[in-house]
């Protein structure tokens, strides 16, 4: 294993229909399966925890990879994780679309500037080759 930064530790009891919490009581959240129709109930998902991560960790390599390219940019990064049917085995899989707004560059640098925090972002490393993800950047 490389060397290892900092480790963050959450522990999920029952599943998708249970609860979540950080190991310092930051994130403490009921877990609701919106695939079984749990509309009335209030919680989140691991899809919603996985965009909250995965959108604030690809918009900050965004702005790394700006800063680089002596870019000044605003951003703001949307991430949709899409909870789908895998045919290939008949279970589920996640897809992602980033949705990339980049004030202060063209749009051609936009999509420039999204392709290279991609390539730097540790989720997008993490997940390159196991899950689709489509980069929408916007110039605005």
């Known amino acids: 294993m490389s060397d290892i930064l900092f480790t963050s530790t959450a522990t999920a009891k029952n599943g998708r229909d249970g609860h979540v919490k950080s190991n310092d ?31 604030a960790c690809y918009d900050g390599a965004l702005n790394h990879v700006a800063s680089e390219k002596g870019k000044k940019i605003n951003s703001e990064t949307t991430a949709d994780v899409h909870f789908m049917k895998d045919t290939s085995d008949g279970g589920f899989k996640i897809g992602a679309t980033l949705h990339i707004k980049i004030e202060g560059v063209s749009q051609d ?22 899950i689709e993800v489509t980069l929408k950047p916007e110039a605005v």
């Open 25 to 55: 009581g930051i994130i403490d959240v009921e877990l609701v399966n919106p695939a079984k129709g749990n509309t009335d109930k209030k919680g989140s998902n691991p899809e919603q925890l996985f965009a909250a991560g995965y959108s």
């Open 109 to 130: 640098e936009a999509q420039e500037l999204a392709e290279a925090a991609h390539d730097f972002c540790p989720y997008s490393k993490a997940t390159r080759g196991n």
